[in-house]
């Protein structure tokens, strides 16, 4: 099993960066394919990005592609999700998942508690 922590998120202006961290405890974190989703309120956790155990397979949402750039460091048991030209659409607390591989949440065993990201505009 392994256990999920979100970090790095903030307010911040359109047109804006940031860096999400996620940090995995457990020896098997190398194993393990991971994602990044959001959910803003009164919608559905959706889908952003993933990236396979080697690092070497990446998916994007169409609204994020070109945008978020999703990598991981497997000797640091951390995956990142840089957010770049941050719009106001992309405010929602994003998770980080582990486990699956699938843009459908219900397909990801395992959940960090979320990490609130705000875009003014």
């Known amino acids: 099993q392994v256990q999920l922590v979100e970090s790095g998120g903030g307010l911040v202006q359109a047109g804006g960066s940031l860096r999400l961290a996620c940090a995995a405890s457990?020896?098997?974190?190398?194993?393990?394919?991971m994602a990044w989703f959001h959910q803003a309120p009164g919608k559905e956790r959706e889908f952003v990005a993933v990236i396979s155990w080697t690092g070497g397979t990446t998916y994007y949402a169409g609204s994020v592609k070109g945008r978020f750039t999703i990598s991981r460091d497997n000797a640091k048991n951390t995956v990142y999700l840089q957010m770049n030209d941050l719009k106001p659409e992309d405010t929602a607390v994003y998770y980080c998942?582990?486990?699956?591989?699938?843009?459908?949440?219900?397909?990801?065993?395992?959940w960090g508690q979320g990490t609130q990201v705000t875009v003014s505009s």
């Open positions: 457990g020896p098997t974190f190398s194993n393990y394919n």
């Open positions: 998942a582990a486990g699956g591989w699938s843009d459908n949440p219900h397909n990801w065993p395992y």
